[in-house]
Nanobody, 125 residues
Framework: QAQLVESGGGLVQAGGSLRLSCAAS????????MGWFRQAPGKEREFVAA????????YYAESVKGRFTISRDNAKNTAYLQMNSLKPEDTAVYYC??????????????????WGQGTQVTVSS
């Protein structure tokens, strides 16, 4: 089981940008799909973005398409989430997660195997 550690969260004004990082330990990183989820106060955790193990394929929630970009560097065992044009409704705790994914549907599901502790992103209006 891999350990995942997020960083890069913080407070930013609407329209600003943040880049989240997810550092993974262990030897399974390059074999796993990586995803980002978020949970706002009083709401359920929701899918944000995911990337295939090679980095070739990416998937996004409609609410972040065109604003967020997910990527990974397998040599560094790190996944990233570049967030641009941030909105107050993007405020949430952001979690990275890893899993083996055999179908596109699995990228979107909330049952990843490995999870980080989360990093807070707050967007002020």
């Amino acid at each position: 089981q891999a350990q995942l550690v997020e960083s890069g969260g913080g407070l930013v004004q609407a329209g600003g940008s943040l880049r989240l990082s997810c550092a993974a330990s262990g030897r399974t990183f390059s074999r796993n799909a990586m995803g980002w989820f978020r949970q706002a106060p009083g709401k359920e955790r929701e899918f944000v973005a995911a990337v295939s193990r090679s980095g070739t394929n990416t998937y996004y929630a409609e609410s972040v398409k065109g604003r967020f970009t997910i990527s990974r560097d397998n040599a560094k065992n790190t996944a990233y989430l570049q967030m641009n044009s941030l909105k107050p409704e993007d405020t949430a705790v952001y979690y990275c997660a890893g899993r083996v994914a055999w179908t596109i549907r699995e990228y979107y599901l909330d049952d990843y195997d490995d999870w980080g502790q989360g990093t807070q992103v707050t967007v002020s209006s």
